[in-house]
Nanobody, 122 residues
Framework: QVQLRESGGGLVQAGGSLRLSCAAS????????MGWYRQAPGKQRELVAR???????NYADSVKGRFTISRDNAKNTITLQMNSLKPEDTAVYYC????????????????WGQGTQVTVSS
């Protein structure tokens, strides 16, 4: 079984910074894309940032220039450095990964973490 474990998050004032981390563990053959999504109350879950195994990244327009996603393929981890946070960044942030398990390399599973709360006060 493969699991995603998130850490980081919390409460910060507007203009501050936070760092989120996500580690995948278990019987992993390969992980393709990994990323962060967020869901604010009453809104749909949206992509924040994503990174492929080759290092290509894409970001939501609303976070470009403020957030940076990075990845360590050897450790199956990603981090999201969030700077210049705004109240509208307040949401539950979810780690996402497209995982190929060792037990079945013919299938790619989409996994989600449990989510971590980020609250930005004005």
């Amino acid at each position: 079984q493969v699991q995603l474990r998130e850490s980081g998050g919390g409460l910060v004032q507007a203009g501050g910074s936070l760092r989120l981390s996500c580690a995948a563990s278990g019987s992993i053959f390969m992980i393709n894309a990994m990323g962060w999504y967020r869901q604010a109350p009453g809104k749909q879950r949206e992509l924040v940032a994503r990174v492929t195994s080759g290092g290509s990244t894409n970001y939501a327009d609303s976070v470009k220039g403020r957030f940076t996603i990075s990845r360590d393929n050897a450790k199956n981890t990603i981090t999201l450095q969030m700077n210049s946070l705004k109240p509208e960044d307040t949401a539950v942030y979810y780690c996402n990964a497209a995982v190929i398990r060792s037990e079945d390399i013919t299938r790619t599973l989409e996994l989600w973490g449990q989510g971590t709360q980020v609250t930005v006060s004005s």
